[in-house]
């Protein structure tokens, strides 16, 4: 069981965007918000730090759902965020994908996991079992580029424009993966996609 601190201040980075997987749309901010919701009704949420997550801007509709909930939350620009790690207790993020190399989330999960262990507050991802993935399945991510127009719309020619949707974390950046069976270490959760096997079709597919 997560052990989560007492009136906690979490900072959260959530992911909605979708990620390419065989064709399929991964989405795991549901489950941080149940979480956080979870952890309120039982008095373990004190307010809930939350950054934009452009380009898209996920976190305003994350931001009215956990308002919903009667949960206080500052909002910020996702550079922000960094610099208020120091104030929270833990961090949450989701995951889109889980290999036992790294973990697949929003762009900006790497740096926020590389500045909780500097700050040395704890940092978990919750996400659930059918995200975790054996390391024969890493081709089948596509890490592509998006339109540019989303970042800056009337840019001036001769701008080139970044637009990646997501990162990949080495696990044993963080504290802790969480899913519906029980809270993995990393290395843990090594061992145990280390013996997960994939599917025939999609093997092929990863293979071709």
Known sequence: MLNWPARAVQVTRISIQSLSLDG?????????????????QHGRVRRVLLSESRPAYDGRPQAAALLAQGIAVEYGIDMALFARIPEAQVILVGADA?????????????????????????IFSLCTSGEFLPATAAPLVRF?????????????????????????????????????????????????????????????????
């Open 144 to 208: 592509v580029e998006h339109p540019g127009h989303e970042v800056w719309p009337d840019a001036p020619p001769g701008v080139h424009l970044h637009n990646r949707y997501f990162d990949l974390t080495p696990l044993p950046l963080f504290s802790g993966i969480v899913s519906e069976d029980r809270v993995y270490t990393p290395a843990e959760l090594r061992t145990h996609l280390q013996r997960r096997e994939l599917a025939p079709a999609l093997l092929r597919l990863a293979s071709g």
């Open 24 to 40: 399929e749309v991964q989405s795991n901010s549901a489950t941080v918000i149940a979480a956080l919701r979870y952890a309120h």
């Open 98 to 122: 889980v290999f036992p190399h790294g973990l697949v989330n929003k762009l900006g999960t790497h740096p926020l996991a590389q500045m909780a262990r500097l700050h040395h507050v704890p």
